[in-house]
């Protein structure tokens, strides 16, 4: 399933431990990719550049979002939306709640 998205380019997004299963896919050869700490051998083993970010930080390559644990969910989740298209307007939000 991991490689069917991949050969699509379809959006990935992939936390904590989750580069392991990009890794056992053998997809991320040549990306930047984040995961926990612990998980940094197998991002390299598989061919991949480890981003090494703060523990509440993300990263994207492409269509691959990543974050190193759960802190990063803020930022990992606004990429995440940016690869999808995804924009939200605050303000718009605001006024509707407002009605």
Same mark, same amino acid.
């Given at each position: 399933?991991? +490689? &069917?998205f991949?050969?699509? /380019?379809? @959006?990935? %997004? %992939?936390?904590?431990? *989750?580069a392991? =299963? #990009?890794?056992?896919a /053998?997809?991320?050869?040549? /990306?930047?990719?984040?995961?926990? $700490?612990?998980?940094a $051998?197998?991002?390299?083993a598989? *061919?991949?550049? !480890?981003?090494? =970010?703060?523990?509440?930080?993300?990263?994207? !390559? *492409?269509? #691959?979002?990543?974050? @190193?644990?759960? $802190?990063?969910? $803020?930022?990992? =989740?606004g990429?995440? #939306?940016?690869?999808? *298209?995804?924009?939200? !307007?605050? %303000?718009?939000? %605001?006024? +509707?709640? &407002?009605?």
């Amino acid at each position: 399933m991991v +490689r &069917a998205f991949v050969q699509a /380019r379809k @959006p990935i %997004a %992939a936390i904590c431990h *989750g580069a392991q =299963l #990009l890794a056992a896919a /053998r997809v991320i050869e040549g /990306r930047t990719v984040s995961a926990y $700490p612990a998980c940094a $051998p197998e991002v390299a083993a598989a *061919g991949a550049t !480890d981003a090494a =970010l703060a523990i509440d930080a993300a990263v994207t !390559d *492409g269509n #691959l979002v990543t974050a @190193p644990a759960w $802190p990063a969910h $803020p930022a990992w =989740l606004g990429q995440f #939306l940016a690869v999808l *298209g995804t924009w939200i !307007d605050h %303000a718009s939000l %605001a006024a +509707r709640s &407002a009605v």
